[in-house]
């Protein structure tokens, strides 16, 4: 499962009117986060979804593609990868 924070993830003061105008800061920023289950069964905790990001950031359009992200890859029994609206990819590994 895949949980995001907010669609102004970036921006520094999301509750402001303009929060999708608004450029990051710099830095780390939380987009969301995964859960892995199999099953019903959790296979992981919550882990956060993190992109980096340099000052004056901003999504390159203002729709859900560049704000939200792709579902889940499942690459084999052991790794997930996103694709971030940042442009990167995130993979992630996880134990059984």
């Given at each position: 499962m895949?949980?995001?924070?907010?669609?102004e993830w970036w921006s520094p003061?999301?509750?402001?009117d303009d929060a999708l105008e608004q450029?990051?800061?710099?830095g780390e920023y939380e987009l969301g986060t995964l859960r892995v289950f199999q099953g019903k069964r959790p296979l992981s905790g919550p882990i956060p979804?993190?992109?980096?990001?340099?000052?004056?950031w901003l999504p390159e359009a203002q729709t859900d593609d560049a704000i939200f992200f792709d579902a889940p890859i499942?690459?084999?029994?052991?790794h997930v990868q996103i694709h971030l609206p940042?442009?990167?990819?995130?993979?992630?590994?996880f134990y059984l």
């Open positions: 895949l949980y995001t924070k907010n669609e003061d999301p509750e402001a450029p990051a800061l710099g979804i993190i992109a980096t990001l340099p000052a004056g499942f690459l084999d029994t052991h940042t442009g990167k990819t995130w993979i992630y590994r």
